[in-house]
């Protein structure tokens, strides 16, 4: 498989409040910068950041109605202003 050098899919710049769950740093609130089809950017500002390669349990906060569902990503890219998130294939 080939790797690219940025996001695969467009990058809707959008601010929605999420949960961020790891072993090892606990439960943590934050925001998305964006989002897309393959993952989203999550602020890191207040929070620890997991490791590159792990994988967190991230679930939309706030949203009228039923909880949003929960979804397992995997850290790919950390920088000054938080991280890259790709969803898993849970298939």
């Not at 790797?3 to 934050?30: F, I, L, M, W």
Request: overall charge negative; hydrophobic content about 35%.
């Amino acid at each position: 498989m080939e790797k690219s050098n940025g996001p695969r899919a467009p990058r809707t710049r959008v601010r929605v409040a999420v949960t961020v769950k790891h072993p090892q740093v606990g439960e943590q609130r934050s925001h998305t910068r964006d989002i897309s089809g393959d993952g989203a950017f999550v602020l890191g500002e207040g929070i620890t950041l997991p490791g590159l390669g792990e994988i967190v349990e991230v679930q939309v906060q706030d949203l009228p109605g039923e909880p949003a569902p929960i979804v397992r990503m995997r850290v790919t890219r950390i920088d000054k202003d938080g991280m890259g998130l790709e969803f898993i294939d849970l298939e």
